[in-house]
């Protein structure tokens, strides 16, 4: 992202029950980068351990897409234990590349919605969602 919304801080701030405020439009010139989600994307993408490593020392030495650019889910000055899922992730596919499939399954599997209750959603008529949101 180039625009400098963070979108990724906004998205944790619903799910965690915050309000937030609209977004305001984004500015030239401010990036931010997903860091270890770029490297689950080398490695479905097949790359081996030496592109892997050279995607890490682009992220460290700030190279590339880095250059200028914040991580939006490893922010060591706000929480350094956003590092841990960074660090095991790049370390897991920097001995093992291949089951990055496997980790992207387990992970959505983990957190997404289950097919019966997006059945339910796609059948509710609006008036059911509308008062399941408000409690009525």
């Known amino acids: 992202m180039t625009a400098g919304v963070d979108l990724a801080q906004q998205l944790v701030r619903v799910s965690a029950g915050e309000e937030v405020d609209p977004l305001l439009p984004g500015q030239d010139g401010v990036r931010f980068h ?20 050279a995607e890490i020392m682009r992220r460290q030495l700030e190279k590339g897409v880095y250059a200028d650019s914040q991580d939006t889910l490893t922010r060591l ?32 599997d983990h ?4 097919e019966s209750s997006a059945r339910m ?14 409690g009525r």
């Open 34 to 53: 997903q860091g270890f989600l770029m490297m689950l994307t080398l490695a479905l993408e097949g790359a081996n351990r030496r592109k892997l490593f």
């Open 77 to 108: 000055r706000e929480d350094w234990r956003s590092l841990v899922p960074s660090m095991a992730i790049s370390i897991s596919l920097l001995l093992n590349p291949k089951p990055a499939q496997r980790i992207v399954k387990k992970t959505v």
């Open 111 to 114: 957190y997404a919605l289950p």
């Open 121 to 134: 959603i796609r059948e509710a008529s609006f008036d059911q969602l509308g008062s399941a949101a408000t």
